[in-house]
């Protein structure tokens, strides 16, 4: 199938080491450069008060003794005048500040103010019609270009994490392997302990194609041949391994891999997770994208299932021609749980998320000196939103309640409470679990990787796209979402931080608050055809690296006019 077909390649989220370059350096600036917006011209008033009396006393030679208990006091009164309260629960120290704005879980309060008027604002122009105003004139198309070269031997990688995890593995694996012009054996599944699919290659994604749309770029086949094999003994471990640190770049690859693999036959790197520097030339770019765009197509059944869910979601969406709303929503135990953020659930929220944390990362989060800020996180904008936030700002950005909206999610927390607000503004509120029937899940059921690419492929095909937490997932998305759509993402990627402060205002009024979220879909609808920037992926930035810029024609009247491929 084409990559401009219905259904193309998908997946989930999952997290592997090495991380990405472009979260490891900087993370915390701007939590460092608010505190100084908020408080920096009284702390340093605060510090010079505290170096004069110090200093005076050290000038006297009688009160020497005096200096530690002088300094504590002012130090005391340095903190309460922050309004720190400073908690030590068990070594793990736990600071709330005193409600600065936009750190606590105001949004139902903001919801009861909001929703007379969203139920009296009389149905017009529903924004899904008109979501998308892109400035780009020449729209981007496809394009690669390579020739199939002699092999040097035979490539073994094993893909590790979650679907999309795996996905990237796959597609960096073609890319080393055409740099080294290399055979590449399909890849090897490992069982994730915390995704816990059995999988393999040929159940995710379909062998044939995936061979077939490579076979002028690069040679794969689905196994070893015999006389490969005969010389390991019949066995893939004693195929040497590799160990290939994170990110390496493609002269690592040429002087340290490509002669053991020409002197060897076949060479094996296991892991393979982020071992591909983003940097690479630009035709090893190219087959980044022509695996990930191409050549990834869902195996049949997923295929045949997600198609039918497609249909069902245009079905329903009549209304508003076809078009619908998808939301990958982050709000499952694991992630609020891993957040630290707090909400509305007082004691029974706190207990419930201590345990989550203990049985998935133990003890991670009780590590003695751990200081943990729940405000500070939300002003951050790093609290996962809820689907009454993600619902009110979508009715305020002018999507009315005939809009169709499709929600991809694992088993969100308490969801008979924090779903039912989202249901209220938008009825026609769909998940895989109503959309397909249970016969039609039950092949699918124990298996994440799979039901996140039934949930990956309605996402694909919608109108609007709204990602709320980060991962692979919407990376991926927005990036298969530019390559479909002519360069153009149509994704709302809202501002979280800002978000947090319009929530934090329950007397905020309803005019404003849609001022603001049509200045927020405005933003995105802007950042939909941004271009990569050199430490950025590729997966989620395909242009210019995977897509040319479509040029246009003169017509008879002197007037341009736009080629189509």
């Known amino acids: 199938m084409h990559g401009l077909s219905r259904l193309g390649s998908a997946r989930s989220t999952t997290s592997s080491p090495p991380s990405s370059p472009r979260f490891r350096h900087g993370r915390n600036k701007n939590i460092a450069g608010s505190r100084v917006g908020s408080g920096g011209g009284k702390q340093n008033l605060v510090e010079k008060l505290v170096v004069v009396l110090i200093s005076a006393v050290f000038k006297r030679k009688g009160v020497l003794l005096v200096a530690p208990l002088l300094y504590i006091s002012v130090m005391l009164l340095y903190m309460s005048s922050f309004g720190f309260d400073v908690v030590d629960l068990k070594s793990v120290v736990v600071v709330r500040e005193r409600a600065p704005p936009g750190s606590v879980y105001r949004s139902p309060q903001v919801f009861q103010k909001l929703w007379p008027f969203m139920q ?6 529903n924004t899904l019609m008109t979501a998308w105003n892109s400035k780009v004139h020449q729209p ?3 394009c690669a270009d390579r020739k199939l070269p002699k092999s040097n031997g035979f490539l073994i990688i094993e893909a590790n994490g ?40 040929g159940d995710i994604f379909d062998e044939d194609f995936f061979m077939h749309a490579l076979r002028s770029n690069v040679n794969v086949v689905k196994e070893l041949p015999e006389d490969i094999l005969q010389q390991f003994d019949h066995n893939i471990s004693s195929i040497v391994n590799l160990r290939v640190k994170g990110w390496s770049s493609p002269t690592h ?11 060897l036959g076949a060479v094996r790197i296991a892991p393979f997770s982020n071992r591909l520097a983003q940097g690479v030339p630009s035709n090893i770019q190219g087959l980044r994208c022509l695996a990930n765009f191409e050549a990834l197509r869902f195996s049949e059944p997923i295929r045949m299932l997600a198609e039918k869910m497609v249909d069902r979601m245009v079905k329903n969406s009549s209304q508003s021609g076809g078009k619908y709303v998808s939301v990958h929503l982050r709000f499952e135990t694991d992630m609020v749980a891993f957040s630290c953020c707090e909400y509305d659930g007082g004691e029974e929220e706190k207990r419930e998320m201590d345990i989550a944390r203990e049985r998935s990362w133990r003890g991670k989060f009780r590590k003695r000196g751990r200081v943990i800020r729940p405000g500070a996180n939300r002003v951050d904008g790093k609290c996962p939103l809820t689907p009454l936030e993600v619902g009110m700002m979508l009715r305020g950005m002018g999507f009315d309640n005939t809009t169709s909206v ?10 008979e409470k924090y779903v039912a607000p989202l249901r209220q503004m938008f009825p026609r509120l769909e998940t895989k679990d109503t959309l397909a029937t249970p016969e039609e899940l039950a092949a699918f059921k124990g298996h994440s990787s799979r039901l996140a690419a039934l949930d990956y492929t309605v996402c694909l095909h919608s109108e609007v796209f709204v990602t709320t937490q980060g991962g692979n997932f919407p990376h991926f998305l927005m990036g298969h979402r530019r390559y479909l759509y002519g360069g153009h993402a149509k994704t709302i990627k809202p501002d979280k931080r800002k978000l947090a402060l319009l929530f934090d205002r329950p007397n905020i009024r309803w005019d404003d608050f849609k001022r603001q979220m049509k200045d927020m879909l405005s933003h995105s609808d802007v950042k939909g055809s941004e271009l990569r920037k050199p430490s950025a992926s590729l997966y989620t930035f395909p242009m210019p690296d995977c897509m040319c810029k479509q040029p246009e024609a003169s017509n008879e009247h002197g007037n341009t006019k736009k080629l189509t491929s």
């Open 162 to 201: 979650g679907l999309n995890q795996q996905r990237l593995s796959i597609c960096d694996a073609v890319a080393v392997a055409g740099l080294l012009n290399a055979t590449l054996v399909i890849p090897i599944f490992h069982l994730n302990s915390v995704w816990r699919d059995s999988s393999n290659f």
């Open 140 to 142: 981007w198309k496809p």
């Open 120 to 125: 009296a604002e009389a149905i017009a122009n």
């Open 253 to 263: 690859y040429l002087q340290k891999v490509l002669p053991k693999l020409q002197h």
């Open 406 to 415: 499709y929600v991809a999610a694992g088993k969100i927390y308490k969801a």
